[in-house]
């Protein structure tokens, strides 16, 4: 059974940062690329950021340097820290988990809740 459980959600002001985390349990870990995408009230779902099992990694423009994905194979974890938030990044951000070189392989998280607000 695939399970990706997202934590280290949560509030914080205007230029603060939260660091959040996903485990990944019930697949290859390193077979799959993993990232993040978050939906904002009224949105549709985003593509936040991406990392290959090569490490390459991929960021929405909204980004703008401010967040960081990495991953850990041996811990199966993906990361992202995000810095410098805005009210703008509110929303429930989804770990997704992709097998590379397949279509329809891939796994969500439940989602972590992050609220940026003074």
């Known amino acids: 059974q695939v399970q990706l459980v997202e934590s280290g959600g949560g509030s914080v002001q205007p230029g603060g940062s939260l660091r959040l985390s996903c485990k990944a349990s019930g697949i290859i870990f390193m077979r799959h690329a993993m990232g993040w995408y978050r939906q904002g009230p009224g949105k549709q779902r985003e593509l936040v950021a991406t990392i290959s099992t090569g490490g390459v990694t991929k960021y929405a423009d909204f980004v703008q340097g401010r967040f960081t994905i990495s991953r850990d194979d041996i811990w199966k974890a993906v990361h992202l820290q995000m810095n410098s938030l805005r009210p703008e990044d509110t929303a429930v951000y989804y770990c997704?988990?992709?097998?590379?070189?397949?279509?329809?392989?891939?796994?969500w998280g439940q989602g972590t809740q992050v609220t940026v607000s003074s």
């Open positions: 997704n988990a992709d097998l590379e070189g397949y279509s329809g392989y891939d796994y």
